[in-house]
Each structure stands twice: as C-alpha cells, then as structure tokens.
C-alpha cells in the first residue's frame, strides 16, 4: 500500500530552522521525482522545492531560493527539505508529492500521489 508521510513542521521564530522529511513506501520511489508543496490559508497551492529522482536537479521558487536545501536519500526512501532564515510567510501546510519522470517541476497537477501535510508555523 502506497503512503507518504510528511513530517518535521512546527512552530519557530523568525530565523530559525526546520527540517522537513518525506517518507514514502509502496512504489519505486527511486524513480519518482518529488515535489514539496505548500498552501497558507487563504491562498492557493505553491510549488516550493522539487527533486529529480537521482537526485541531480533540484529547483526552488524565487520565494524560498536561498534559504531552502532539498535532498534525497533513496536508500531511506526519504526526501528532506531544510528550511533555514524562515519567515512569517512561510507558514503554511506543507505537502510532499511524488510524480513518475525523473525530472520534476513546480507545477502541481504532474505529480500523482501525495501526502497528508505537516504545518509549518513561523510567529514570534
């Protein structure tokens, strides 16, 4: 059975640091590109930071570029996302998705499974 967890979210100052981590099981994860979504209330679904499935290409929006890392362990089936020098306009639910190319995009619609989210709330 296919499943995606998302987990790492959690409250922090302005500045600080979470780390993300997407933990699939179920599929061949080591051909999937992954992707890291985000939705704050009140607004529409944003590509974050996504992943080739080696591992070799990554991409950011222009919001996170700079402070985001994504990365790869295929050996744990899991994807991370370190957030650094976060801001109060990141909070927001944060989603993991996978799509089966081994190039990934942005864009929401190309990626078939995904998980349940983990919020990421960013408040003095």
């Known amino acids: 059975q296919l499943h995606i967890v998302e987990s790492g979210g959690g409250l922090v100052q302005p500045g600080g640091s979470l780390r993300l981590s997407c933990a699939a099981s179920?599929?061949?994860?080591?051909?999937?590109?992954i992707g890291w979504f985000r939705r704050a209330p009140g607004k529409e679904r944003e590509g974050v930071s996504c992943?080739?499935?080696?591992?070799?290409?990554?991409k950011y929006s222009d919001s996170v570029k700079g402070r985001f890392t994504i990365s790869r362990d295929n050996a744990k089936n899991t994807v991370y996302l370190q957030m650094n020098n976060l801001k109060p306009e990141d909070t927001a639910v944060y989603y993991c998705?996978?799509?089966?190319?081994?190039?990934?995009?942005?864009?929401?619609?190309?990626?078939?499974?995904w998980g349940q989210g983990t919020q990421v709330t960013v408040s003095s």
């Open positions: 998705a996978a799509r089966p190319w081994e190039l990934c995009e942005l864009s929401s619609p190309s990626y078939d499974f």
């Open positions: 179920g599929f061949a994860f080591n051909y999937y590109a």
């Open positions: 992943i080739s499935y080696t591992g070799s290409s990554t």
